[in-house]
């Protein structure tokens, strides 16, 4: 089964529009991270949250995590066409001994119509 | 000055190759990854390295074989290629194994076509 659950798969907005991505996990989060990646690209980072309630802002891009650190949701508001692209959360997962693998969500393909 | 720089960017090759793709990080990290990004986007880890030293090594196939002769460099050589590795391959550093924290730093890709 999936660790990470991303939620939308995807999502066609218009421009102006606000919208939220989700991110949710059955086993608590030790660092969770969010990416943006455009067709062809890298991932770029975009967020860190590591606390229980935390919430980041960049620009018009807000990301939370839960009390509980097992869900995360990023919200962009007014989106533009150079938001679009796909989001991946990823969250540092333990693999045993001290070493903890960074896994990623399926992530959601965000496109915003002029 | 590329952070995390690989190449090359494309590959094209036939069935039963072998081939290598290079990797190198000048952000002084002690951490490497590979990853595999599938036609539907899923990014998955194949391996990690710590320190030169492999920390995490998926379920993946023995033809992939990866090396890092330094803790700036982490090649990945993969034999007899198939159909199905056809993928965009990606590699990513970060300042230490994680636990909360230590956000990656990803290289372009790697598209490598297999026919």
């Known amino acids: 089964s999936q660790e990470l659950e991303q939620s939308p798969q995807s999502l066609i907005v218009q421009e102006g529009k606000n919208l939220t991505i989700n991110c949710t996990s059955s086993?608590?989060?030790?660092?969770l991270y969010w990416y943006k990646q455009k067709y062809g690209e890298g991932l770029i980072f975009l967020m860190m949250?590591?606390?229980?309630?935390e919430e980041k802002s960049h620009e018009k891009i807000t990301a939370k995590l839960d009390e509980k650190k097992q869900q995360s949701s990023l919200h962009i508001t007014a989106s533009q066409p150079s938001h679009a692209g796909i989001y991946l959360c990823?969250?540092?997962?333990?693999?045993?001994?001290?070493?903890?693998?960074?896994?990623f969500g399926k992530g959601t393909l965000l496109t915003v119509n002029p | 000055d590329t952070a995390v720089s690989q190449t090359p960017k494309y590959l094209v090759t036939q069935m039963g190759n072998d081939k290598s793709i290079k990797c190198e990080q000048n952000?002084?990290?002690?951490?490497m990854y590979w990853y595999k990004q599938d036609s539907k986007k899923f990014l998955k880890i194949m391996f990690s390295?710590?320190?030169?030293?492999?920390?995490i090594n998926e379920t993946v196939p023995n033809r992939f074989s990866p090396k890092s002769p330094d803790k700036a460099h982490l090649n990945l050589h993969i034999n007899s290629l198939e159909l199905g590795d056809s993928a965009v391959y990606f590699c990513?550093?970060?300042?230490?194994?994680?636990?909360?924290?230590?956000?990656?730093?990803f290289g372009q890709g790697t598209r490598l076509t297999v026919v």
């Open positions: 952000l002084g990290h002690d951490t």
């Open positions: 390295y710590n320190n030169k030293e492999l920390i």
């Open positions: 086993k608590t989060l030790y660092g």
């Open positions: 990513a550093s970060s300042l230490r194994t994680g636990g909360a924290g230590t956000e990656a730093f």
């Open positions: 949250l590591q606390k229980g309630g």
């Open positions: 990823g969250a540092d997962m333990y693999s045993g001994g001290s070493n903890y693998k960074l896994t």
